[in-house]
């Protein structure tokens, strides 16, 4: 557990990074620190492991004020990760990955073997294990980076920025990845982020500065959204939180609608006679998983010489809702289906039923009553 007591940083030019900071990180959870620039994120990060010393109050970590530790050995239990990795450019990865183990006295052959396994745990393909930094992509390397700091099976890890300099789908893959990690590790990880949808994504509490290094709000992502402290933290949050807030709903009790189906290679005489010559029929693989709609107006359906059905008659589908998640996926999949029926598969990808977009909203709705919000029903 991390605890900052009024913990205060005060620079020689007067600059107040931190102030009066009073906040828990509970072990074994992943806690964001979000923010605009400036607002102290990366001062409170680092006065936990004492790169940064509190000018007044005080950081305990397991209990213990850091002031009274041993820098070395403190940060010995704490890994570290920044932007752009931090690796050293003229070692190789595993001897990268190796560097805390062996100044913790590890012998090479130990240190490099923990190195080969922390490669694989980060998703890292062994025979890179011999290159240079620079002969890996942004995202490798961040992943090198994280693996250097579990080298020495820390369990603190302090994680500032760490992929901020990837494209946004690296960004995302590297996030699951953390999330996977954590999962098997349990570490207490205090993370920064300028980026709110990176902090609600992987927070369990979510911790947010303003400025002058003020805390506005510390809590769960879904609260956040829900129920932002003031102005700034409704602000920061930004435009559609009620819509991402749908990401924390499960959308369980959906009930799903039926369409008419066919399978890719399928004749015109093989259409089911249920499907009209009005309605979208949603097209299947051999496996039941969905491969696009066929529209009421295909050429296909109206030509009586049409051969086999093929992908290429096909009009693309939507995003495809996998049963028990959010109700922001089950939105996203009815608003963006061509039919305007979003389709639900099992957790193998396999055609299950569709909804409709009124059918979310009724969920929403039915869940805000139940928790005694207002419903659209009642007007004042
Ligand atoms: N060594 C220093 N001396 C004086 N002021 C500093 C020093 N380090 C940081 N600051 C100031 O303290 C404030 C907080 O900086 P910090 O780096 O903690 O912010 P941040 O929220 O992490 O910002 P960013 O998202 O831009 O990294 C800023 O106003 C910064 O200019």
Same mark, same amino acid.
């Given at each position: 557990?991390?605890?900052?007591?009024?913990?205060?940083?005060r620079?020689?030019?007067?600059?107040?990074?931190?102030?009066?900071?009073?906040?828990?990180?509970?072990?074994?959870?992943?806690?964001?620190?979000?923010?605009?620039?400036?607002?102290?994120?990366?001062? @409170?990060?680092?006065?936990?492991?004492?790169?940064?010393?509190?000018?007044?109050?005080?950081?305990?970590?397991?209990?213990?004020?850091?002031? #009274?530790?041993?820098?070395?050995?403190?940060?010995?239990?704490?890994? $570290?990760?920044?932007?752009?990795?931090?690796?050293?450019?003229?070692?190789?990865?595993?001897?990268?990955?190796?560097t805390?183990?062996?100044?913790?006295?590890?012998?090479?052959?130990?240190?490099?073997?923990?190195?080969?396994?922390?490669?694989?745990?980060?998703?890292?393909?062994?025979?890179?294990? #011999?290159? $240079?930094?620079?002969?890996?992509?942004?995202?490798?390397?961040?992943?090198?980076?994280?693996?250097?700091?579990?080298?020495a099976?820390?369990?603190?890890? !302090?994680?500032?920025?760490p992929?901020?300099?990837?494209?946004?789908?690296?960004r995302?893959?590297?996030?699951?990845?953390?999330?996977?990690?954590?999962?098997?590790?349990?570490?207490?990880?205090?993370?920064?982020?300028?980026?709110?949808?990176e902090?609600?994504?992987?927070?369990?509490?979510?911790?947010?500065?303003?400025?002058?290094?003020? !805390?506005?709000? $510390?809590?769960?992502?879904?609260?956040?959204?829900?129920?932002?402290?003031?102005?700034?933290?409704?602000?920061?949050?930004?435009?559609?939180?009620? $819509?991402?807030?749908?990401?924390?709903?499960?959308?369980?009790?959906?009930? %799903?609608?039926?369409?008419?189906?066919?399978?890719?290679?399928?004749?015109r005489?093989?259409?089911?006679?249920?499907?009209?010559?009005?309605?979208?029929?949603?097209?299947?693989?051999?496996?039941?998983?969905?491969?696009?709609w066929?529209?009421?107006?295909?050429?296909?359906?109206?030509?009586?010489?049409?051969?086999? %059905?093929?992908? #290429?008659?096909?009009?693309?589908?939507? @995003?495809?809702?996998?049963?028990?998640?959010? !109700?922001?996926?089950?939105?996203?999949?009815?608003?963006?289906?061509? @039919?305007?029926?979003?389709?639900?598969?099992?957790?193998?990808?396999?055609?299950?039923?569709v909804?409709?977009?009124?059918?979310?909203?009724?969920?929403?709705?039915?869940?805000?009553?139940?928790?005694?919000?207002?419903?659209?029903?009642?007007?004042?």
């Amino acid at each position: 557990m991390i605890e900052f007591q009024s913990a205060t940083k005060r620079f020689p030019d007067g600059t107040v990074a931190v102030r009066e900071l009073d906040l828990t990180v509970e072990a074994g959870t992943i806690t964001v620190f979000v923010g605009p620039s400036g607002c102290g994120k990366t001062t @409170s990060l680092r006065m936990v492991n004492r790169m940064v010393e509190p000018t007044s109050g005080t950081v305990l970590v397991d209990g213990v004020d850091v002031l #009274s530790s041993d820098p070395a050995r403190l940060r010995r239990g704490i890994g $570290y990760v920044i932007q752009h990795a931090g690796l050293f450019p003229h070692r190789t990865v595993l001897d990268n990955i190796a560097t805390v183990p062996l100044l913790s006295g590890w012998t090479r052959r130990k240190a490099r073997s923990r190195a080969a396994e922390l490669l694989e745990l980060v998703g890292l393909a062994g025979e890179l294990g #011999s290159r $240079y930094p620079a002969q890996l992509s942004g995202g490798q390397q961040q992943r090198v980076g994280v693996a250097r700091a579990l080298a020495a099976d820390p369990p603190v890890l !302090l994680m500032d920025e760490p992929f901020s300099a990837v494209d946004p789908v690296v960004r995302e893959g590297l996030q699951d990845e953390l999330l996977r990690l954590q999962n098997d590790l349990d570490k207490t990880v205090v993370f920064v982020t300028h980026d709110i949808d990176e902090a609600v994504r992987i927070g369990e509490r979510v911790a947010v500065f303003a400025e002058g290094g003020r !805390l506005a709000q $510390y809590v769960a992502p879904a609260e956040l959204l829900a129920s932002p402290a003031d102005d700034f933290v409704a602000d920061f949050v930004g435009r559609d939180r009620g $819509y991402r807030g749908l990401s924390f709903l499960p959308a369980s009790d959906l009930a %799903l609608g039926e369409v008419a189906t066919t399978e890719v290679g399928a004749t015109r005489g093989g259409l089911s006679a249920e499907a009209s010559a009005e309605d979208w029929v949603l097209v299947l693989d051999g496996d039941r998983r969905p491969r696009g709609w066929l529209a009421p107006d295909s050429p296909w359906r109206r030509d009586r010489d049409a051969g086999e %059905l093929a992908e #290429s008659d096909l009009v693309a589908g939507g @995003s495809l809702h996998t049963d028990g998640g959010a !109700l922001r996926g089950a939105l996203d999949a009815a608003l963006s289906a061509p @039919s305007g029926l979003g389709v639900v598969v099992d957790d193998s990808g396999r055609y299950r039923g569709v909804i409709t977009p009124s059918r979310v909203l009724d969920l929403v709705e039915r869940r805000r009553s139940k928790r005694g919000g207002p419903s659209a029903g009642a007007t004042t």
